[in-house]
């Protein structure tokens, strides 16, 4: 059993998910719910273990960068 949450509130699993509340699946139950075969379903990171995000290009980086086409 892994922890889920749900991207929106809707029905999962015959109970009502409030989105962004974890809850324990199967990975049965999960294999029809998470990516690729359907969207409704991610799993669950705890806030303080998520990835912080990447720095932003310095200044040469940005400046030289080739131009899209």
């Known amino acids: 059993m892994k922890l889920y949450t749900t991207k929106r509130d809707c029905e999962v699993a015959g109970r009502w998910r409030t989105a962004g509340v974890p809850f324990s699946l199967s990975d049965e139950q999960a294999a029809e719910l998470t990516p690729p075969r359907g969207s409704v379903v991610a799993s669950y990171v705890p806030a303080d273990t998520k990835e912080e ?16 086409h």
């Open 53 to 68: 995000p990447h720095a932003r290009l310095g200044r040469n980086k940005r400046r030289n960068r080739k131009a899209a």
